[in-house]
């Protein structure tokens, strides 16, 4: 199998404090790894994409310095949201890529994330 | 915990016959459903989505079915075509929960 997981489910923290995500690939190494954001009953939307032991590429629109991606091994990848404000609450998901030609992406189980 | 499984790991079909990729629940307070497809090495993208108040939605090729009294949701591509090859990835989140469950996803490849 493929295990992804998330570490913490779920995070409330005060505006202003950073908080980390950690995204792990529990059985196979990663070589890309995808971080997501998903707000109310609408698609994800992709915020950047990892490569172990290189800058991650951000999408349009996200805000390099808020959104700290660090992927330094083939089976971590973290996620830091910096000085979070509540406008940054919502639902991160992971996911990681065998980088297999062909292969299936798999999701971790999210973390919520509300600031007050 | 397994809230939303799709149980065929693969499909293949015949190009310009119908694709149909199934997917089960057990969490009856989900509300909302997703499909997203995804090409290697590249994340998922959105697909169609449906509300419990529906059983059916439709865009183009796609029509997404939803059965709640069997928590089962399928996705029909008519006609299949080779660029539909790609894994498709069920979604489910629940009533005053927006934290969405995927499945594991189901490999399909259109052959020509």
Redesign the interface.
Known sequence: GAVVSQHPSRVICKSGTSVKIECRSLDFQATTMFWYRQFPKQSLMLMATSNEGSKATYEQGVEKDKFLINHASLTLSTLTVTSAHPEDSSFYICSADKGLQGNEQFFGPGTRLTVL | DQQVKQNSPSLSVQEGRISILNCDYTNSMFD?F?W?K?Y??E??T?LI?ISSIKDKNEDGRFTVFLNKSAKHLSLHIVPSQPGDSA?Y?CAA?AVGN?????G??T?LTVKP
């Open positions: 909302y997703l997203y995804k290697p090495a994340g998922p959105f989505s894994v990835f989140s927006n934290d969405m469950r995927f594991a996803g490999r």
